[in-house]
């Protein structure tokens, strides 16, 4: 991974290159020391962005809340339509501000603040209070069962709002009942993403889990039972 860092309209922007990952923590540093110099708008460009894994999405809200905790803001643009699920599956797509190029996210920043703003996604989702159960895919042969509620499910994933959280990449089995469509869904997942108690307040403690292996069927169901629950459609950047 490479970074790349330029001004544009007083604007600071980082162009990212390669995969971001465990060893992408210069993003942080880069972050850090933008806002601790005073350049407090700034903007993320994942553009030649290959991947974003789940150590990734922990560096990019780390990233996030430097620039916050220096009263700056934080833009990403050009985000992949894969990275933009995880930030779903993980609900971090109510917290990051998401444009679609330079010129809409830099004019952005003599708009109103990211409390006040309507987020618009790429990809249905739809905010549930669900009641989940789940236990850790090991040796076991009665592993423990643990109760959390999802918060939110596509047919990517769930967030687990939780105090019984597990460790990242940890497999785990899901079970959860969609309620209208009265339909078990079983399947396996892996923890993809932590909440930080700080820019999640109000879902913290909790997990994102994404589904693995998931059949047709069980996808459909999902995607049905969320075309038929929504309130609203997601708007697409």
Same mark, same amino acid.
């Given at each position: 991974?490479?970074?790349?860092?330029?001004?544009?309209?007083?604007?600071?922007?980082?162009?990212?290159?390669?995969?971001?990952?465990?060893? @992408?923590?210069?993003?942080?540093?880069?972050v850090?020391?933008?806002?601790?110099?005073? !350049?407090?708008?700034?903007?993320?460009?994942? %553009?030649?962005?290959?991947?974003?894994d789940?150590?990734?999405?922990?560096?990019?809200?780390?990233a996030? #809340?430097?620039a916050?905790?220096?009263?700056?803001?934080?833009k990403?643009?050009?985000?992949p339509?894969?990275?933009? +699920?995880?930030?779903?599956?993980?609900?971090? $797509?109510?917290?990051? %501000?998401i444009?679609p190029?330079?010129?809409?996210? /830099?004019?952005s920043?003599?708009?109103?603040?990211l409390s006040?703003?309507?987020?618009?996604?790429r990809?249905?989702?739809? +905010?549930?209070?669900?009641?989940?159960?789940? !236990?850790? /895919?090991?040796?076991?042969?009665?592993?423990?069962?643990? +109760?959390?509620?999802?918060?939110? /499910? !596509?047919?990517?994933?769930v967030y687990?709002?939780?105090? @019984?959280i597990?460790?990242?990449?940890?497999?785990?089995?899901?079970?959860?009942?969609?309620? @209208?469509?009265? #339909?078990?869904? +079983?399947? $396996?997942?892996?923890?993809i993403?932590?909440?930080d108690?700080?820019?999640?307040?109000? @879902?913290?403690?909790?997990?994102?889990?994404?589904?693995?292996?998931?059949n047709?069927?069980?996808?459909?169901?999902?995607? $049905?039972? /969320?075309?038929?629950?929504?309130?609203?459609?997601?708007?697409?950047?």
């Amino acid at each position: 991974m490479s970074i790349r860092i330029r001004e544009l309209s007083g604007v600071s922007i980082l162009d990212i290159d390669g995969n971001i990952d465990i060893n @992408s923590a210069d993003i942080i540093e880069a972050v850090g020391l933008l806002a601790g110099r005073g !350049s407090l708008n700034i903007i993320i460009n994942l %553009e030649n962005v290959d991947l974003v894994d789940y150590s990734g999405l922990s560096i990019l809200a780390v990233a996030y #809340k430097s620039a916050v905790n220096h009263k700056g803001r934080l833009k990403f643009i050009h985000v992949p339509l894969s990275v933009i +699920e995880l930030f779903k599956v993980v609900k971090l $797509d109510n917290v990051l %501000e998401i444009y679609p190029d330079e010129s809409s996210a /830099i004019a952005s920043f003599s708009e109103m603040p990211l409390s006040d703003l309507h987020l618009r996604r790429r990809y249905q989702r739809l +905010e549930t209070h669900i009641k989940v159960s789940y !236990s850790i /895919i090991g040796g076991m042969k009665k592993p423990e069962i643990f +109760e959390g509620v999802a918060l939110n /499910i !596509s047919a990517a994933g769930v967030y687990i709002y939780t105090k @019984s959280i597990f460790p990242l990449n940890s497999p785990l089995n899901i079970s959860l009942t969609l309620p @209208s469509a009265n #339909k078990r869904i +079983e399947t $396996d997942g892996r923890v993809i993403y932590l909440a930080d108690k700080e820019i999640q307040p109000h @879902s913290f403690p909790g997990m994102g889990v994404a589904f693995a292996h998931l059949n047709t069927k069980k996808e459909k169901l999902i995607v $049905d039972f /969320i075309e038929k629950n929504v309130t609203h459609r997601a708007d697409y950047l």
